[in-house]
């Protein structure tokens, strides 16, 4: 069982900047693959990025790539988003999720287990 928690979500203007963190408890961290889903209203949930358990494997949706950078903290248990050059259309609830593989998440869109979410406002 992981425990995931998301934080920093909020407010950002037009081409500003915010970093997501979501902290993991349970076992073997490191042993998951870690994504980054969003939702927003009246929309699918989509695949944001992903990053394997030693953090050499990323994947990103097309929307983001080159915006938007995933890491992870092993040694703290977590898992980072930093999203720079924002738009409005970015803003959603944010989901952080624990998976087998970077791009299992992406093609299934899915994960193990979830977090609660975060909202992201991007205003423009």
């Known amino acids: 069982q992981v425990h995931l928690e998301e934080s920093g979500g909020g407010l950002a203007q037009a081409g500003g900047s915010l970093r997501l963190s979501c902290a993991a408890s349970?076992?073997?961290?490191?042993?998951?693959?870690m994504g980054w889903f969003r939702q927003a209203p009246g929309r699918e949930r989509e695949f944001v990025a992903a990053?394997?358990?030693?953090?050499?494997?990323?994947s990103y949706a097309n929307s983001v790539r080159g915006r938007f950078t995933i890491a992870r903290a092993n040694a703290e248990n977590t898992v980072f988003l930093q999203m720079d050059s924002l738009k409005p259309e970015d803003t959603a609830v944010y989901y952080c999720?624990?998976?087998?593989?970077?791009?299992?998440?992406?093609?299934?869109?899915?994960?193990?287990?979830w977090g609660q979410g975060t909202q992201v406002t991007v205003l423009s």
């Open positions: 349970g076992r073997a961290f490191s042993g998951y693959a």
């Open positions: 999720a624990a998976g087998v593989s970077p791009q299992t998440m992406r093609a299934t869109r899915t994960g193990n287990y």
């Open positions: 990053i394997g358990g030693t953090g050499s494997s990323t």
